[in-house]
């Protein structure tokens, strides 16, 4: 007999199809082992009368989505990011559905906290407003199982490795917080170049409460040295971020931080910043870094120009701290010299300018900040024929107000 306050006529708590189909693999999620995530996704999809469903994750690139392996799933070769109905379902984080003889082929975002892994790709004979509702909550779990067992296994990076990568490089990229972040004020996105040979370039940041902290570095160097370096530096501006001092302090625990462990001739250049999120009050350090730019309704509009203080290492003054109040949609880039220092061999470097221009062909209304990021570095690679002497990276922050 039903007692308490369900005795009449309390809510229905039976299960639906829906949770069913979600609790079952709910149910076992903390003991899935990483290599069963994808066959347990395409038994579930099979359910709903999938036939061929895909885990297609980005490369380290952010040129391919290549398929998980995994029993049950679909295989086949790598699609380009660009040119395809997943890629265009990865560029723009929007469901894509293409009908065909074969029946629906639905292409839906793996998002986590806005960073997108891949896609979910399930063709079905049709699909309606039930099936999309129920899609959309499976794509969420994926990325959500894709985010957790990562941290277990070495299957999704060997996935996402699209050729050899240096030493220094597989340290950087676990230095790196998620590419991508979306919330309702506040988005960001990076981009490291090369992506499979990076040493000295890294960022970091962190969303507390109503601040958004960001910091971008260029170690000197190459190799597993400014791999190092770049290591203590973001070690050491989490360690001081995360006990709450201030933008002056940040960069003076970094610089004693490198300077105890390196040589006196060694050095981090970097980009300290805070957002807060309520008011669009921006403030940063600059630490030999080039001046970030303000996009203001997709134009940039000027250098966020301040005091320089010495980049970290040298032993520097107490820093003076720029600040502006940013408008809602303002984005703000900030980059490593390697972006625009970099020149075709007897040419002179690509310089502000020419980036000012990528910006204002790439950068509209309806572009997303990872998209904007993504397309930004490519194009410049794509302009010095993919050469490279030096890292390039940059950081895209949209304050949404």
């Not at 001081?240 to 610089?255: G, K, P, T």
């Not at 990021?373 to 304050?399: C, K, P, Q």
């Amino acid at each position: 007999m039903t007692v308490g306050r369900y005795e009449h006529g309390g809510p229905d708590r039976s299960e639906g199809f829906g949770e069913a189909l979600l609790g079952g693999l709910l149910d076992r999620a903390h003991e899935l082992p990483p290599d069963r995530v994808g066959p347990a996704v395409a038994d579930l999809l099979a359910r709903l009368g999938d036939r061929e469903s895909q885990i297609l994750l980005q490369d380290y690139g952010q040129q391919r989505l290549v398929p998980l392996p995994g029993e049950g799933l679909a295989g086949g070769e790598p699609l380009p990011v660009d040119h395809s109905d997943a890629g265009r379902c990865f560029l723009t984080s929007r469901p894509v559905e293409t009908a065909s003889a074969e029946g629906v082929r639905v292409h839906l975002p793996l998002l986590d906290g806005g960073d997108q892994a891949g896609v979910l790709a399930v063709t079905l004979d049709a699909v309606d407003d039930d099936d999309r509702r129920i899609l959309r909550r499976v794509a969420g779990l994926v990325a959500d199982l894709l985010q957790t067992k990562n941290g277990y296994t070495d299957l999704f990076f060997r996935t996402r490795r699209g050729e050899p990568m240096s030493v220094a490089a597989e340290i950087q990229w676990s230095l790196l917080p998620p590419l991508a972040m979306s919330m309702p004020r506040v988005a960001v996105a990076g981009v490291l170049e090369p992506a499979y040979d990076v040493a000295g370039d890294s960022f970091d940041y962190a969303l507390n409460g109503d601040a958004l902290h960001l910091a971008v570095i260029d170690a000197m160097g190459h190799g597993l040295d400014a791999a190092t370096m770049a290591t203590v530096a973001i070690g050491a501006y989490r360690h001081a971020r995360r006990i709450s001092v201030e933008l002056s302090e940040i960069y003076l625990f970094m610089d004693r931080a490198v300077a105890e462990q390196f040589a006196p001739d060694h050095f981090v250049t970097a980009q300290m910043m805070r957002l807060d999120t309520d008011t669009g009050r921006l403030q940063w350090v600059n630490a030999g870094h080039p001046a970030p730019m303000l996009v203001r309704e997709h134009r940039v509009v000027r250098r966020l120009d301040s005091p320089t203080t010495l980049p970290v290492g040298f032993g520097g003054d107490q820093p003076q701290i720029g600040e502006v109040t940013l408008e809602p949609g303002d984005r703000v880039l900030c980059f490593t010299d390697g972006l625009v220092e970099e020149h075709e061999s007897g040419r002179e470097q690509f310089g502000e300018d020419r980036l000012i221009d990528c910006v204002h062909r790439l950068d509209r209304a309806d572009r997303s900040v990872r998209a904007v990021a993504r397309d930004l570095s490519h194009t410049l690679v794509r302009a010095r024929d993919g050469a490279t002497t030096d890292d390039a990276t940059l950081v895209l922050v949209e304050w949404r107000g």
